[in-house]
């Protein structure tokens, strides 16, 4: 009894850790995962039971945030009286690199995984510029 103690006690703390502590209540921390192709970066974001509607990306001066909700729901004519599953927002932000097309970004949420797809710029090619006479 005293292990499975510990190990709930255990992951009580891990969560936490992947919390973010200045608000009222839970934010979590989404794992992302970043690919990268020759022509498009692709990120994925885990949010369990976040919907599209709930979802907010917003890109301002080269940072993406990503905020998410969701609705703490009890089945009607139950009484919640263990939870191991917390519930909260999610918020993560980051700086975007110079070449990515920031008017060519796709986003949808499938199964609680939110996957933005940004494209990418020309690379700038090397020009010869001639010198006029004056």
């Known amino acids: 009894m005293a292990d ?10 891990d969560q936490m850790q992947t919390t973010e502590r200045s608000r009222s209540q839970n934010v979590f921390v989404p794992p992302v995962d970043i690919y990268e192709t020759d022509d498009e ?3 994925l974001a885990d949010m369990p039971g976040v919907e599209q509607k709930n979802v907010d990306i ?4 080269d940072v993406l945030t990503i905020e998410g909700s969701i609705e703490s729901k009890t089945p009607e004519g139950y ?8 519930t909260g927002d999610y918020f993560r932000s980051f700086n975007l690199s110079d070449n ?19 494209a990418k710029t020309e ?12």
């Open 123 to 134: 690379p700038a090619k090397p020009k010869k510029i001639k010198v006029n006479l004056e």
């Open 79 to 86: 009484e919640l009286v263990w939870s191991e599953y917390g």
């Open 58 to 61: 917003t890109l301002e001066n």
């Open 4 to 13: 499975k103690q510990t190990n709930i006690e255990k992951t009580q703390s």
């Open 41 to 43: 970066v692709v990120l």
């Open 100 to 118: 990515i097309d920031q008017s060519k970004v796709n986003a949808r949420v499938t199964d609680g995984v939110l996957k933005i797809i940004f």
